[in-house]
């Protein structure tokens, strides 16, 4: 009795906050990770602002809005914090997500559907960016950018053992040859990275453990979509042979012959890619598999700038396996959005601004100043909105041109997520030499069952 | 009476505050927790817009899922070895020695190891992130005795994480018994010297029985204290690398805010709470039989 | 005699053991605070200032960094005495049945992982309009703290002898008076260890304001640490160096001023414990 008055006086202090507004302000929210990332979102932000504002005022509308900025790193922490807040009523009306949580975010009714159809935009999208964003017939989110992913090398040290300039890996036994190549004659040399640990997160999914297996998967299943879940079927496949392909590349590049450096990757958890990134700058990593957008950080505003990096940065778009119907070349692509909070005050006017931010101008602006891919098919990449490198921008229009028609898509599933952390943790368990690629697959298959239900998951040879 | 009364009415106004503070952030969260982990409550996916109640599931399966028995097999060597048989001997020991000294070599020492124990947790854990780095000064001092550098974090993870945790918390139990071992009045002491007993007989017979029960008090406080470590741990190594120093602590972090699994991560947590009470237990039941 | 020169060996070798294991952390941060640009080697390059002036006073998000902490620090332990050491005093005083029940839950209420009641708080101090307030990260940490240090308050109230009290009531002065007027200069030793230990831990506390936390210019010392530890940006361990110096000093400055007074202090607590 004695303890529940002071409870009881607590609640009572618990009033609902009383806001009365008399301008309109709504909000948006996105994480960085610092400058200058933050000030290159912020710039993209503010001209949407300033076009909205107009719009507006024509209308007779004054509207203000509230620019939220979560100094958060990482991803995930940052996915916990944004999901905290809606459930708590308490999140921007605009929030930036990444597309392969939308699925996840519509089943537990954190997203608006968008009323698209009734806007013309909406069709200038490429198809794939509309596919990203719908989840069971209706659209969520409009993708703000896209990627792709690819290899890169460094050009001195190919020259240095005798690799050609412009090389073009035809299959996996052509990247093995040169990163034994590079081994041999250069010890101090890591012949290849990409990511192999689950505190890089999605990234090991991604830019590594996708990169490969696209390429062992057959042929009919990339380009079908059908890859990792068969929407015909409606279960989960794992192809058995392609992943052991996939997983035995593990084994023979961090655990065998040390063609790659796993040891550093643990090292760094969530920092891994800064000594992966700088290395091939630094010419410590001859190959690296990563995104189209590193290219930005090689820029002399990025992190680690590269001077001579035009001369000495060479690309390829990634190669299948080499074995009979499979792929020719791999990517798979990913974005980021924004979308409409579900609890939103002020549904239309969200609405209003999350079409400006999804214009083909503004588009247009953020993916030349942040070295993104485009979503739009009248959104165009301009050099001169990038003063300080226009080579990056022209070096992200080629990758996009050359690999773009080839790019497949994360299944938009709410289990997605889930599933993407079995495949990073299956990824080190193999890379790490903790288990080989057959125990590790069966127990990844068990896990998956766990996870989905028996009944959702198939083995296919 | 009425002095009674006004007693009484003073009593309440000076623990109210308190009552409501503890009321509000810990009881109340306390009962959400254990209701929580009878839930299916995610953050996202269709258990974050109707959320089941399940009863006991996620403890059942917290009894077969593997990670659960493996971190909680960590956090029990992570305990043993560094607050029972680390902080708990280093200190005593050192708390023996040292007994009645003063001079600048004790100071130095002692001066080290207290500022190990007060330097806030995000500094220790990066200062050991440093030290342990594979250019770190301890291979730094290896390589000079010809052992070449080796990334502790990332091969010895979970030894690397116990001898941290010695250097962090030693000083905490020699400060106990040092202050325990200077209320024995001295002629105890000094009896036992003229009788000309060994240093080892004179500590086994006379030091450790006379300060028994601030022996026990360290160890439970020390147990507790340990058990609940999540902070730097997770500064330091994430729980990693694969796993290997996933602290129980930092598994019920993991489930709650990376999976977003409320209901199965405040299952764990509560896991914890009941071991934290049962060693509570045993504890006030050593006190009671003295 | 033999006796006598083995201990003192003993003792020496103690010592030396004790400064080889507990030092070598610490030389990383002196050398790399005054580097230009160092990495994780303990290595003396040129020796420069710079680091701890870009810390100080090019960088604003840092300075005022530690003027968050100082004001969460102080008013948590202002809280502290306010709170905890009345309810403390009744804690011992008063002739509750199963007193030593309620302590035995009170100890055990201060277990509980932060991981499980971390979202329940947030959701209440949304609810109560605190979310990114230092108040209301010191309202937390304070609540969070009370079990503690209220348990540390009854140990030495306990530990003060009743006489004293009981000759101030014969007076005729109220329990409240008896309280002000007798107990709380005598509380003095215990309540000025009580306010450093609620400094340092409210000082250290990163986990709590990173929950609660989320502009720039509110957040504490110790969380921005650990943030700038994690940004994406390339990370300058010079400046982290510099910035853990000056974010560690504050607390052993104040622990050594009154290192005398902790050790009576743990005396009395673990005697009642």
Known sequence: MFILLPLVLSMALVAPSLAAPEKVTISICYHHAGEPWAKIMRETVDRAIAIFKSKMKELGLDVDVKVIELPITVDEDYKAKLVLDIKAGRAADIIFVDSFWVPEFVEAGYLLPLPVQDWTGWGKFYPAMRGMVTYKGKAYALMFDTDVRLIYYNKVLFKKVGLPEDWRPRSWSDIIEAARIIKKKLPDVTPIQFYAITAQGEATSMQSFYMWLLGALPKEAVTSGNWLYDFKRGKWVIYKSAWLDTLKIYKLVFVDEKLGDISIQLEKGGTAWQPLQSGVRDRKVAMLIDGSWVVCGWSPIGVFPWPARDKELGWAPMPGSGKPDTMKIVCVSGGWTYAINAFTKHPLLAWEFLKVLGSADVISYWCSVSVHIPTREDATLNPKLFPKDPSAVKLNDEMAKAIMPYTTYRPARPEYPKVSTLIQQLVEKVATGAAGPEAALDSFVAQLKKLVGPENVEVLP | MSKKDKNIFFYIIMVLPALMLMSLFLLFPTFWGVIISLTDLSLLGPSARHPKFVGLLNYINLLSDPLFYHSLTLTVWFVIGSAIIGQFLLGLFIAIITYGKGDLLFKIATGLMITSWILPETVFAYIWLAYLGRDGLLNQLLRLVGVGPIPWLVEYPLQSIIVANIWRGTAWSWMLFSSALKSVPKEIFDVADVDGVSLWQKARYITIPLIKRHIVTDLILITLWTFNQFGWVYAMTGGGPAFRTLLITIYAYLRAFKYLELGPGAAIAIVVFLINLFVTIAYLKLIRGE | ?273
């Open chain 3, 1 to 273: 005699m033999r006796s006598t020169k083995l201990k003192d060996l003993l003792y020496f070798l103690t010592m030396v053991l004790v400064i080889l294991f507990f030092a070598p952390p610490f030389v990383w941060l002196l050398t790399a605070s005054i580097t230009e640009n160092p990495t994780f080697q303990v290595k003396m390059g040129k020796v420069t200032l710079e680091n701890y002036i870009y810390v100080l006073f090019k960088r604003w998000d840092i300075g005022i960094s530690f003027i968050n902490s100082l004001i969460i620090s102080l008013a948590h332990t202002a809280l502290v005495v306010f709170v905890a050491a009345p309810a403390g005093y009744v804690l011992s005083r008063a002739k509750i049945r199963f007193k030593d029940e309620l302590l035995f839950l009170i100890v055990l209420f201060s277990t509980m992982p932060l991981t499980v009641i971390i979202v329940p708080i947030y959701s209440e101090v949304l609810m109560l309009n605190l979310q990114d307030t230092l108040l209301g990260v010191t309202l937390v940490i304070t609540g969070l703290g009370l079990p503690f240090t209220l348990v540390l308050v009854k140990g030495f109230v306990d530990g003060i002898l009743k006489a004293y009290e009981e000759a101030a009531m014969v007076d005729g002065a109220s329990t409240f008076q008896a309280f002000l007027k007798v107990i709380f200069p005598l509380m003095k030793v215990g309540l000025l260890v009580i306010c450093v230990l609620s400094f340092t831990g409210a000082w250290g506390n990163f986990l709590i304001p990173l929950v609660l936390i989320s502009s720039v210019e509110k957040m504490p010392a110790s969380t921005r640490l650990f943030s700038l530890f994690n940004e994406r940006g390339y990370v300058n361990f010079g400046h982290l160096a510099a910035f853990s110096v000056l974010y560690s000093l504050p607390v052993i400055i104040l622990y050594y001023f009154l290192a005398k007074y902790m050790g009576e202090a743990l005396v009395s607590f673990t005697i009642k414990g």
